[in-house]
């Protein structure tokens, strides 16, 4: 199994920024992509943004310009830089692999337990 644990979350004011990260351990043999998604109080999960092991990188049009992914893969670790945030992006933000046990298995998608990030107006 894996674990993820995600850490950085908290309140910062409209136009600030967070720093997100999350570490990946357990009986890894190797990550593929690594992501965030995020929740928020009635809405659907959805990507925010993704990073392949080539360092290829996706982000939700309603982060563009404003969050950077990036990955450590030696310490299975990704991180999420949030600028210039807005209210809109509160949400629980959960770390997302996709991981293989051994090099000749199939890969498994796995979900953090989330951190919450809290904008203030």
């Known amino acids: 199994q894996v674990q993820l644990q995600e850490a950085g979350g908290g309140l910062v004011q409209a136009g600030g920024s967070l720093r997100l990260s999350c570490v990946a351990s357990?009986?890894?043999?190797?990550?593929?992509?690594m992501g965030w998604y995020r929740q928020a109080p009635g809405k659907q999960r959805e990507l925010v943004a993704i990073?392949?092991?080539?360092?290829?990188?996706n982000y939700a049009d309603s982060v563009k310009g404003r969050f950077t992914i990036s990955r450590d893969s030696a310490k299975n670790t990704v991180y999420l830089q949030m600028n210039s945030l807005k209210p809109e992006d509160a949400a629980t933000y959960s770390c997302?692999?996709?991981?293989?046990?051994?090099?000749?298995?199939?890969?498994?998608?796995?979900w953090g337990q989330g951190t919450l990030v809290r904008v203030s107006s």
């Open positions: 997302y692999v996709n991981w293989r046990k051994l090099r000749w298995t199939n890969a498994f998608d796995a």
């Open positions: 990073i392949s092991k080539d360092g290829i990188t």
């Open positions: 357990g009986s890894i043999f190797s990550i593929d992509a």
